[in-house]
């Protein structure tokens, strides 16, 4: 604990230096961010908490420096992640500076030396991010060079290891450890209305993109064990994937095709099968002031790309898989968030705005907004085929229809909202929600319901209503109160909830908020907190219960387990 | 144009040097042989009622026990660690025990850890999920197994049935020795368990719930301590004076159904399994 709070004072001095240096017309300017956020946890087996804690004080902390001049940017991250926030897998524990990079720009060209993060198209076959919270950091080590030869081309070639927690030690300091595989890739973008005038007075605009991505992984043994005796898979050291885009949009007109193809990849995600993965995407969408639609389509096989095969959890994966689920910011609407599925799915995504101006009947005096959203998500339709021994790895998996769905829905989620300014100084936000989501699939167990007039079942059912209302009779002064409730006959039944938010002078925020579960377990998840916010610092204080459920951010989720005590959040961007 | 032409070439370069490899069926297994060993291996599966790969699994298990009836020892743990996994049916037995929360923690389990995952000898591996633990995927258990039946044992274990008229019906007495095959130079502790297989009850198997799957190797108690006793290895070639253990088998523990599993480990590092052996109650010894 001394140790953690002298090295954060050094990262606080840190910042008012680089905040002090951060002056426009500098020929080198610091910048930077420190976010912290700790924990001093209580035992609460009610809500079912660890009956111990190894620490009394938990804490992510990270601290990113740039150097920016105007050919060179370099920068660094520090993180202290020795005793890490409840919920996160035990190699993300840690400490040091696991990202740095250097990155080079002249005229057409940048070279990026280091730790970088990258996506190709939608990141059917490369996406590399950081996404802290979901504890997801698969940056890649190596280098990228970014071309623009001519108006309307862009090039990219890269190559480097990918990050996997702390897979830096004394033996590996650079990171550079070949055991554990490499990604190597390219993308070209051609833009067409860059060459075309007529194309951009009339904003027609047109973008080709093709992408390749290679992983290479040496073989190590696998076994597996059938009728025939024990075999040893023969598994490729390269599994190369290829990705093709073409968008198109005039106006408001937004029309985007994908298309991606994976070679053989036996891994622990799809059980060791050799079948080839795919990826076709069909997004359209329409725009303009008032209004707005989207609708688009996805089916993915086998498109699970990790540059470890036999890892599992969040880590190592090269891809993401956009998510077809709105992410939602009501808790009990967040309550069933729903993951990507990798081994496959069909999804489905919908969603339409309009406003009805102000003047009109439906709009009142300051206007309506309304929104609709639906998404759904089934199974793909498999025949799974057996082969050496009667099992099936080491063969092509299944076979599956491309237009086939399976026995499993796996999730449906259809709301409405509304929104209104009713006065000046007040508004109201309401929204109904139903909502489908298979247990089984994403969580990887189904809860036996335990309440009086419970159906238990794979598919947990749910109506969410939802009313936010928010208040502000001066500019200085701000109310916001929140009533959610859920109802269901699965899992742990019936969940009410209540938040109060009041700010002050737009710097000072307090919130008390309760979450309680009607039927099974009877619990109050009760929080209240503190926020002050002055010129780029932020920093919040807050005690209560947190509730164990799924973080989910892009259709990749995180277990968060249940957790009570004083959490102090800091962060200063300069 | 010429550094186009250049950066063009660069990148198709790339693309050439990232190249691909398809395996066409019929190439993609070969067979693997395992010679006569004495070394018997102890894969621990961390399972539940409710984890709905936990049979995948359990198949992988059973295909290993098939292979090597004789090389193989499998137990089936329950504990309270990972959310509702084990969080029995109403009406049906409780299989979870405390000291499978412990080897749980001792491993690095978290809270977070899905089911299923094994332990094979509770050895260090590469193929581990966490780089450098001990807790592994299902997919590489056959793989660990073989690995570990490779190395040739240096001790090993045997244990005996002993006939003893004055105790209940519902008690066995069971005698256990070690003998030294080379020179050890660590602490060694002995664990003696007891395991039941056939018990018919529900269990998640791939989204459907079976209620009338036969769990096997479930492990009943750990019959002298979470982490056993010190034992004190005798000369290379010598066998230990037995030591003895009596088990009551409890209700609705099912007795012929029951085995005796002892393993001897690593006292320092709290694993490496050196030996391990199982005997069905209804035989007398495992010589």
Known sequence: MKRFLTTLLCCVLLSALGTAQAQEGQGVTLSGSLQTDMLFPEVDTLIGTPDHYDANFLSNTFLDLTLSSQYVTAGARLELLNNPLPGFESAYAGAGIPHFYVTGRYKMVELTVGDFYEQFGSGFILRSYEDRPLAIDNALRGARLSVNPYKGIRIKALGGMQRKYWNFNSSNGFGFDYSKGAVMGADLELSFEEWIPQMMENDYRLLFGASYVSKYEPETDIYFGGVDGLQRLNLPEFVGAADFRINFSKGGWNVLAEYAYKANDPSFDNGYIYKPGSAVMLSASYSQRGMSFLVQAKRSDNMSFRSSRSQSGSAAFINNLPAFSMTHTYALAAMYPYATQPDGEWAFQAEARYNFKRGTPLGGKYGTNTRITASYIHSLDKEWIRGVGGVYQGTDGYTSKFFGFGDDMYYLDVNVEISKKLHRTFQFTAMYMYQIYNQTVVEGHMHESNFAGAKPGDLVKSNIAILELVYKPISKVGMRAEVQYLHTKQDRGQWVYALYELSLFHDLMIEISDMYNIDETKQHYYKASVAYSWGAHRVQVAYGRTRAGYNCSGGVCRYVPASKGLTVSYNVNF | ?287
């Not at chain 2, 070439?9 to 060993?37: D, K, M, N, Q, Y």
């Not at chain 2, 001990?134 to 793989?143: E, G, K, P, S």
């Open chain 2, 1 to 287: 144009m010429s550094m186009l032409k250049h950066f063009i070439i660069s990148l198709c370069a790339v693309v050439a040097f990232a190249a691909c490899e398809v395996i066409p069926e019929g190439e993609r297994s070969e067979p693997v042989v395992v010679g006569e060993t004495r070394r018997v291996v102890l894969l621990e599966e961390f399972t539940g009622v409710r984890c709905t790969n936990c049979p995948s699994a359990a198949r992988i298990a059973h295909d290993l026990l098939a292979e090597y009836p004789d090389n193989l020892v499998v137990v089936g743990m329950h504990g309270t660690n990972t959310g509702t996994y084990g969080e029995p049916f109403e009406g049906e037995q409780d299989f979870r025990i405390s000291e499978v929360n412990e080897y749980f923690l001792a491993v690095g389990g978290t809270p977070t850890q899905g089911y299923p995952c094994g332990m094979v000898n509770r050895a260090v591996s590469d193929n581990a999920i966490d780089p450098d633990g001990i807790l592994l995927n299902y997919d590489v258990w056959a793989t660990e197994v073989v690995r570990a039946l490779l190395v040739p044992p240096v001790a090993d274990l045997y244990i005996e049935r002993v006939d003893d008229a004055s105790l209940p019906d519902s008690v066995v007495k069971v005698a256990v020795s070690v003998e030294s095959l080379e020179a050890i130079d660590h602490q060694v502790s002995l664990v003696v368990e007891l395991v039941e297989d056939g018990i018919i009850g529900s269990q998640v198997d791939d989204g459907v719930t079976n209620p009338n799957y036969e769990h096997n190797h479930v492990l009943r108690t750990v019959v002298n301590g979470t982490w056993g006793e010190s034992v004190t290895m005798p000369e290379v070639g010598q066998t230990s004076t037995p030591r003895e253990f009596e088990i009551t088998i409890r209700d609705p523990w099912v007795k012929d159904n029951c085995s005796v599993v002892a393993y001897i480990y690593n006292s320092e590092t709290r694993g490496d399994v050196m030996q391990a052996a199982i005997l069905p109650l209804g035989e007398a010894s495992t010589h």
